[in-house]
């Protein structure tokens, strides 16, 4: 297929990736449901923060989509890859899954490293589940990942396993200058503990190219989860990421967000402390130079009684860069904050 600029995406783009990739009927159906509802929203749904978002710097007649990318690795990126291609990691060039390690050890314990097209096959079940639970009416970038993602990464930890290597996903943009849209899946299920580190890279290309990620993470009960992700694209670039974290009872999870690249970023950020006991604690910090903007919300929802949220965020800022920081604790239950 040809690129096609954002600002031209329609229903014909989301059959032909649904159809080269031999989507189940009920994809194909919520894809071009969340295409209507894309087409339909503002970029930013909240009048109280339309006035100070800079989304609109991403340009649809720019960024420009295909069901395939270049799958070539970028010169500056092989001496990173090498140094991570011996351990648990998943390595995805553009909407190109380049490579996957994971122990036979591992392996044999039940644990899941994949792209999301495998994981559509093999763990249907457990996709549709998460797929389904995202509202695309919250946000228009949440529409649009869910009507037209072209790749996307699964981790699946299995019950009562504590896996002692971290677990690396590293994302790059390709040479061609096709944005991607990746679906990210991570699920702990109950008494696991695990560490997973996300990368994310850019090329320097002329034109405007973005990373678009939709990810959802599932913690189950008395599990602990530390997760870090590291954003270090070219100036050139836009990284708009939203992400909803699912936390039972008595786990926890430890988010650490670093933000270095990019012209712009944009973060929404969603904890639902859903079990007793459960607490989150994230930790942002961000990087600014030149006219670089960033723009992150952060929602910790307290869904039961005795649940801790802890949200700290730092911004260091030179040239005429600029950070927009927004942070809630919404209380349901009686708890503690």
Not at 127 to 149: P, Q, R
Not at 195 to 215: C, D, F, G, R
Request: net charge negative; proline share 3%.
């Amino acid at each position: 297929m040809q690129q096609l600029a954002l600002s031209s995406i329609g229903n014909s783009l989301i059959d032909e990736i649904s159809s080269s990739r031999n989507e189940p009927n009920w994809l194909k159906e919520y894809r071009n449901s969340a295409l209507s509802i894309y087409q339909e929203l503002p970029p930013e749904v909240s009048p109280l923060y339309n006035k100070y978002s800079d989304a609109k710097r991403m340009n649809p007649e720019q960024v420009s989509l295909s069901i395939n990318t270049d799958s070539k690795i970028p010169e500056f990126l092989t001496k990173r890859i090498d140094e991570v291609k011996n351990q648990t990691s998943i390595i995805q060039i553009g909407s190109n899954i380049h490579s996957v390690n994971i122990s036979d050890k591992l392996q044999s314990s039940g644990v899941i490293i994949s792209s999301i097209n495998d994981a559509l096959t093999q763990n249907n079940e457990i996709v549709e589940k998460v797929i389904k639970s995202s509202n695309s009416k919250e946000d228009k970038y949440t529409a649009l990942n869910n009507a037209a993602f072209n790749t996307g990464l699964f981790v699946y930890i299995p019950k009562n396993l504590i896996i002692e290597e971290p677990i690396h996903l590293l994302s790059c943009l390709s040479e061609d200058g096709i944005s991607t849209i990746s679906r990210n899946l991570i699920v702990a299920e109950d008494n696991t503990k695990a560490t997973i580190v996300q990368e994310l890279y850019s090329p320097k290309i002329q034109t405007q190219q973005a990373y678009l990620e939709l990810l959802n993470t599932s913690v189950g009960s008395n599990s602990n989860l530390d997760l870090t992700t590291l954003q270090m694209m070219e100036q050139n670039s836009v990284n708009f990421s939203t992400r909803r974290t699912d936390v039972s009872q008595d786990a926890k999870i430890n988010w650490y967000l670093g933000l270095f690249g990019t012209m712009l970023s944009r973060y929404r950020i969603d904890y639902h402390l859903n079990g007793t006991g459960s607490s989150v604690n994230d930790s942002e910090v961000v990087f600014g130079n030149h006219e670089q903007s960033f723009d992150l919300n952060t929602v910790v929802n307290h869904n039961k009684e005795s649940t801790e949220g802890k949200v700290v965020e730092k911004s260091i800022l030179k040239d005429k860069s600029k950070s927009l920081i927004r942070s809630f604790n919404t209380i349901r239950q009686r708890c503690k904050i």
